[in-house]
């Protein structure tokens, strides 16, 4: 059976909202990925996003919010997490802040820990439904937990099927990556996974990062293994065999694969992690024996983009 999907228009969303707001699951796109969404204050329904995605429990949500005004119910925000929301929400920043203890929200996203995840994203289909259902919606990345993420609506309808409620199709995502989220650690920021807004820009506004290994910080969700596709991956290809996939990078693409896939033929990184989800989905599709990544800058939207590729190419089962 195929997964409800709509159109994101306004009787969509509407229709989106009602099934909230009754506890249901809508998976709808934001400018980074699609999220698989429920209401945040219900258990019932945070939970079932944890069974649909086979998320472990360990690994809390982000709850996605209109402003700083609507986070500010449920979180305490430290002087340097206010600036950096100033500059970049709505937008594809999450701030991981220690949660109220009037706070309405569902345990269960906190998964134990004292901090809430938030982030305001930017996509309007995300804003409309976030104004409709007039509930925080806790949404993680809209994919098989581990599996790669879904940058359209046929990905989330081929990850889940009809074990969600509804599907607001607004088509491809613009951004291809995951949200950067920031932890605070005694006024200073910590980059807990690198995503869409880059390190540099962060740092501008917060000055050196601080990594999660230096830090009290915890972050569960960053298993070694993530973002997997099934098919075996080898980074930093500098030959190709005839029985690999090759997901390529820039005008030098090396000859010889079964099949490539060329994130950004002219070498943008921005172009190179909207395709990047997409092409990994498309090459595992292909039956190859194996997948060779050629390299990538690590600088800007390149760090983020190196890090789902080293845990794409992790052991699966790895943490
Ligand atoms: O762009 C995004 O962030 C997308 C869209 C849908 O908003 N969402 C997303 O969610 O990527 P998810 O669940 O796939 O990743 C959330 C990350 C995980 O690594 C999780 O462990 C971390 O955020 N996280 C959530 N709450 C946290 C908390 N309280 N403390 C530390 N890390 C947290
Ligand atoms: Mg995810």
Known sequence: MQANTMPASDSGIACAAELMRAGGLVAFPTETVYGL???ATSDSAVAAIFEAKGRPHFNPLIVHVRDVKAAKAHVAFVPLAEELAREYWPGPLTLVLPRNADSKLSLLVSAGLDTVAVRSPAHPVARKLLLAAEVPIAAPSANRSGRVSATTAAHVVSDFGCRVDLVLDGGATELGLESTVIGFEKERAVLLRPGAVPRASIERVAGPLISPAASQVSSPGQLRSHY??????????????????????????????QMTCNLSPTGDLRQAAANLFAMLRQLDSACLRQIAVMPIPETGLGEAINDRLRRAAAPQGSE
């Open 37 to 39: 969404g429920a209401n």
């Open 228 to 257: 997997a596709p099934r098919t075996p991956l080898r980074l930093w290809a500098g030959t190709v065999e005839a029985d690999e996939g090759l997901l390529a990078f820039g005008p030098r693409e090396l000859a010889g694969a």
